[in-house]
């Protein structure tokens, strides 16, 4: 027996620390008993995500809770607000959005998701100012008397009055008729034929009462308004185009209360709406073109050319008012010192009313001159220039300089 095999190969109880199984020993145990995460270093998949801050977990939880509290707009500074605007949903309720957002971003957003295309140069460019006379125009033109739910309509003028300065309205519903019964049997047991079919006769039907309305609407300056119904199909019925007596009652208290409209244009109307321009000193334009105008009509406009002294523009084009009406209206401009500006293009109005109203329309061009000039001398004492022509204002020099005969450049279409 050799002496390795007597006392044994030292190398035979040695093992590898890798195969070795036995236990640790106690002191080399951490204190620490929680539950650790363990690194595999072998996992390419492992990635530890990153813990977003408080300020952005805050922000967000902000964002979700929008709606019930939007206070926490005044704490936060530029770049968080922007961050909590910029989550917020395009179709956040309207009492929450409308007095807290500016102009901002956000506007952008609701407008793109309403509607494709918007032409903001009719919105005084804001965003803000369009979504809200968009909204208001939609919730008009879709309101049904009687059927439509009137406080939604109560909700959106007034979160959107402040905003509103123009509303283009292309429509108005008439409320929904009365669905009588065909089958109504008379007491004899016999069908009243009568009674079961419906009238002939087109029923006048009144449309929304826009007055409380465009009383909310402080800053309203120019509305457009046409009493037609759009798109209506096989249900079309010559009653639903027509503008009543009590349409055009309430359209006239609504015009001669409003603080300040300039601008009105006015399709499908009644003569006698021309009244309630008297009593209004604000209105600076009146557009009627494309309008069933006809020689009754002259009166009206003959007695508010006479008697209102804030009107400057006045469109009548594509009306067939003839060569009377066209006389009256002169003569109505002789008391007018204010018009600068009338278009009589495609109404057949004779060549002399058209030369005398130019004459008068001259008149006045040339007494505001006259007027702007002296105050202009007035003021040129201290640091502002002399007032020039070129300095009028645009719609005085765009009336002067290149449409100075307005009603005179075209010629008369003769009526048949």
Known sequence: ?????????????????????????????????RIMRRIIAEDPTYNLATVAPLTDLCLKHCSENFAYNCS????????Q????????????????????????PYWTRCCHQRWPIIDLSRHGGSWKQAFFE???????????????????LDECVTFAAPYVHRLDIRQLLPPLK?????????????????????????????????????????????LAISYTVKDCGMNFEWSIFQFTGHDCLNLCKAIQQHPKLRILHLTRFFPITFMSMLRNTTIRELNLAANDLNETTASYFAHVLGHN?????????????????????????????????????FTGSSQDAEYGICQQIERNQERLRQLFCDASRATSDNTQPVATEDSLPLGVTSVANQ???????YNPIPTT
């Open 134 to 152: 968009r909204i208001l125009e939609e919730t008009i033109e879709t309101f049904v008397p009687g059927h439509t739910y009137a406080p939604r």
């Open 178 to 222: 009365q669905q009588h019964s065909k089958d109504k049997v008379s007491d004899d047991g016999s069908d009243d034929e009568s009674d079961s079919e419906f009238s002939s006769e087109p029923q006048l039907v009144d449309h929304l009462d826009l007055g409380p309305v465009l009383a909310k609407l402080a800053q309203l300056e120019e």
């Open 81 to 104: 607000k922007r961050i909590l605007l910029d989550s917020l949903a395009p179709d956040m309720p309207l009492k929450v959005t409308a007095h807290v957002i500016g102009e901002d």
């Open 72 to 79: 926490v707009m005044q704490y936060l500074d530029d770049r």
């Open 1 to 33: 027996m050799t002496s390795g095999a007597l006392f044994g190969d030292p190398a035979a109880h040695m093992t590898s620390p890798r195969t070795s199984k036995a236990p640790k020993q106690p002191e080399q145990l951490t204190e620490d008993t």
């Open 309 to 345: 002294k804030s009107l400057t523009h006045l469109d009548l084009s594509n009306n067939q008012l003839g060569s009377n009406v066209s006389k009256k209206l002169m003569d109505g401009m002789m008391r007018n010192d204010t018009l600068l500006y009338f278009d009589l293009r």
């Open 403 to 409: 449409h100075p005969v307005s009603a005179y450049t």
